[in-house]
C-alpha cells in the first residue's frame, strides 16, 4: 500500500515536470513565430506605394500608409545632395503619363512649398526602399522630404 501511494507520487511529480515542459516548449515556439512573424511583416513597397502621397501629409500619415523608413536623414548637405540626385534621375515618367501631377501633389499651396524648397532650411528627408513593381528585383531608393512634419517634396520617377 505504501508503495503504491510512492508510485502515484512520483507518476503525479513525472505528469507535473512533462506538463510544465511542455508549456515552457510552447511559449518558446510561440515567442519564435511571433517574432518570425514581425520579421515577414515588413512592408514590400512599389512604385505604385507612392503615388498617393500629397504636399502636406505629416510624417505619421506616411508612416501610416507605407511604414516605417529605412533611413531618415537630417543633415542639410546630405538632404541636399539626395534632393539634387532625385532632380537628375527624375524620368518624368509620371508627369509624362499625368500632366496634372504636380498641381495635384501640391495643391492649392505650390508657391508655398517652392519658396520652402528653395530656403532648404530643416528639410529632412525619409528613405524608403522599394521596387518598380512585383517582378523587379532591383531595390531602389525613394526620398520624401519633410519642414515641419508636412511633406514639401518627393523623388518622383
Known sequence: MIENMIGRKL???KTTILRSRNKLICFVLLIRLMTLGACSSEKKLTESNFKSIKAGMTTSNIKTMIGEPQKIVKNKEEVKNLMDEDSNS??????SENPNLF???YGEKKDYYYDILDQMKD???YEYDYKYDEK??????????FYKDEVVWMSFP
Open 136 to 145: 523587379s528585383s532591383y531595390i531602389e531608393k525613394w526620398h520624401i522630404y
Open 123 to 125: 528639410i529632412i528627408c
Open 103 to 105: 498641381n495635384e501633389f
Open 90 to 95: 527624375s524620368t518624368d515618367r509620371w508627369s
Open 11 to 13: 507518476i503525479m511529480r
